[in-house]
C-alpha cells in the first residue's frame, strides 16, 4: 500500500538517478545525541554522498535560546541556508546517518519555513551505503542561492500552547521518547530533568516508525497501525513532542506520509517542560 502523500519519502533509486539533475539539493541532517558520542560534522567530512552539504542542527538555530537546537529566526535560517546553496526553485533531499531522526528535523524545518519541496531519504546514507553507492570526502562547495523563509505557525507549538491544547483537548499531544522515558522508569539523557510524562499526552516512540533492520520507514499501513495502537484519531490535529524536538519530527513525518493532518512540533519539548515548575508531570503508562 502506497502512502498518501509520498511526496515527503525518495528511494535511494531515485536519488541515484537525480543525483547530478540541476535542481536537486542533498542535505547531510545527521544528528546525534552526546551519549551516542558521535560528531556528525566529522563524519560528513570522512564521507558523504557527493554534492551534499552539511545541515548543522544545532548551529542553525536560535542562539539566544538556552534551550537545544530551537527554530532559529527566520532571517538566520535564510541566511544559512542560502550560503549552503539551499533556496527557491530546488528540491531538497535530506539524509542522516541515524533511523531518519536528523533528516526529519530538517525536513520539518524547510517546511515550517514555507519550503514544501523538500523529501527524507529513505533508510539514509546506511542504507545508501549498504546499497555500493557513491561517497566522497571531497568537499562540496555550493553557490549561494535566494531562500524566501516564510513561518507557516501552524507547523510549531510553544510551551503556553501546548498548556492550552492539554487543558482543551483540541489536538492530540504525542510524545515520541521511549517508552521507560515517557512513564518516567528511565532517565532522561539531559541532567536536571523531572521524570515522566505530560497529563494527557499520547506516547508514540518514534523507533517504532522505523523498520529496525532496513532504517527505512514503515509501510503505509504498518504505520497507520501504529497511529492507531498509539490512540491518535487521523482526522485530529497532532503536537508532536520529545527530548528536545528532533524525534518528534520523525512523528511529523509519519503522519504526512499516512494521510493524517499535518502535525505541529512543540520545539522546547521535554528540554523544557521537564525543567520547569509551572508544568505539569505524571508517570506511569
Known sequence: MSYARPDALVSTEWLAAHLDAPDVRVVDGSF???AQNRDAKAEYAAQHIPGAVFFDIDEIADSNNPLPHMMP???????????????DGVRIVVYDGSPMMGASRVWWMF??????????LDGGLPKWVRE??????????PRERHFTARLDSTLIRDVDQVKRLLDTKTEHVVDARAAPRFRGEAPEP??????????????LPYGDLVDAKTGTMLPNDALRQRLAT???????????????????????????????KEAAIYDGSWAEWGSRQDTPIITGG
Open 32 to 34: 546525534y545525541l552526546p
Open 73 to 87: 529566526p527566520p532571517e538566520k535560517f535564510s541566511s544559512r541556508v542560502r550560503r549552503l546553496g539551499l533556496g
Open 111 to 120: 517546511r515550517a519555513f514555507g519550503h514544501k519541496d523538500v523529501a527524507v
Open 132 to 141: 555500493g553507492r557513491p561517497v566522497t570526502d571531497d568537499a562540496t562547495v
Open 190 to 203: 539531559r541532567p536536571g530533568l523531572r521524570l515522566g510524562h505530560m497529563p494527557g499526552a499520547l506516547n
Open 230 to 260: 498509539a490512540g491518535i484519531d487521523p482526522a485530529r490535529k497532532v503536537t508532536a513532542s520529545c527530548g528536545s524536538g528532533v524525534s518528534a519530527c520523525v512523528v511529523a513525518l509519519a503522519l504526512y506520509l499516512s494521510g493524517a
